[in-house]
């Protein structure tokens, strides 16, 4: 989290406005609330520039809902085409398949998921409902930098990337988010959707499951995450302040290239993904054992440099640089690293 967003939660912590309650205790159906949510909505909608006809659902649940959430409302009777390429999008596979048919269009487990594939390696279907993919893979820091052409909508889970980059929405059917790595204290999940794919859900989903009833009833059928709404608020001030999703992308290509640039030339630490398909938000890595790995993050956490291991799912060591983490938090790890490579290299 930005320590700004932070900073005005704290001031406005009791009483928001001239309001006189917290945002904590409003209730979701007032117009205080609705100011918020439409405030919200309209930040996020002029950031990422998202066209009219797109809906922004602010929901609960978290990206893992949205795994049983998309096929549900988008695969009807047919299949879908699913590449592949972390945990997140292969877990979200297995959850599809209970719904309908999914076609693997790629599949990168063979190599670790060390990398991304090239458009020419994706196996798209003719008569697709949707083509799923993940465009950054938090536990295996891979990134993809381009958008497929495909020849259905494309769903995208964005939950490690979004608001990092400029996008181009109108390629896209339906993107998501878990509020919590980029954009949002956990509890929030972002859904923004082609208003044109709503209405197609299999007759057992969930009312509260249901894009078009989300839609309808503008996120509010049932009790929102008000708090995580008014943070995003926050957070979202705060990056337009810092010039946008544009403003965001330099950072992450100066942060992730610092501890790249360090790996390179390092005899060392062994960079897991191959160059072509690293991620700027997540850089992940090993030294020559895992006892050094483990001693890496203890000797790193007692330093003040925290969460880097890795995710449970990749092993090794993790460096998690969402767009809030300062350009001191990396040059921190960087002068770290190259500490702890000198006291260990034999
Ligand atoms: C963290 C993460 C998830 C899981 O999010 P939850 O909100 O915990 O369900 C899914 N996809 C990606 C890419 C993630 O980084």
Not at 31 to 51: C, S, V, Y
Not at 121 to 143: R, V
């Amino acid at each position: 989290m930005p320590e700004s967003a932070l900073l005005r939660a704290q001031k406005e912590l009791l009483c928001y406005g001239s309001t006189g309650v917290s945002v904590m205790e409003m209730s979701h159906r007032t117009p205080m609330f609705d100011e918020i949510l439409q405030g919200t909505k309209q930040k996020l909608r002029d950031l990422l520039r998202i066209p009219e006809k797109y809906e922004i659902l602010l929901i609960q649940g978290g990206a893992t809902l949205q795994f049983a959430s998309i096929p549900m409302n988008l695969i009807e009777n047919g299949f879908a085409d699913y590449a592949m390429t972390g945990n997140f999008s292969t877990k979200a596979a297995r959850e599809a398949k209970k719904y309908g048919e999914v076609h693997i269009a790629c599949d990168t487990a063979p190599t670790g998921h060390d990398r991304i594939p090239t458009q020419s390696e994706l196996k798209i279907s003719e008569g697709a409902k949707y083509f799923y993919y993940c465009s950054n893979n938090t536990a295996f820091g891979t990134e993809w930098n381009y958008v497929p052409e495909t020849k259905s909508p494309i769903v995208c889970d964005m939950s490690s990337d979004i608001l990092s980059r400029p996008i181009d929405v109108s390629k896209y059917g339906l993107i998501y988010a878990g509020a919590q790595k980029n954009m949002a204290p956990a509890g929030l999940t972002v859904v923004i959707i082609d208003r044109a794919l709503a209405g197609k859900h299999l007759p057992i989903t969930p009312e509260v499951m249901e894009y078009e009833t989300l839609i309808k009833t503008d996120s509010l059928l049932n009790t929102p995450p008000c708090w995580c709404i008014y943070m995003l608020g926050l957070v979202l001030d705060w990056l337009k302040e810092q010039g946008g999703v544009e403003a965001m992308e330099v950072l992450k290509k100066e942060r992730s290239a610092k501890v790249y640039g360090l790996l390179d030339d390092s005899k060392f630490y062994i960079p897991h993904a191959i160059p072509s398909g690293r991620s700027d938000m997540n850089i992940t890595f090993r030294t020559p054992s895992e006892e050094l790995d483990m001693e890496f993050v203890k000797d790193a956490a007692a330093q003040g440099l925290i969460n880097l291991k890795g995710h449970k799912v990749a092993g090794g060591i993790r460096a998690s640089l969402y767009n809030a983490m300062p350009m001191e938090g990396v040059d921190r790890l960087v002068s770290f690293m190259k500490d702890f490579e000198v006291k260990h290299r034999v």
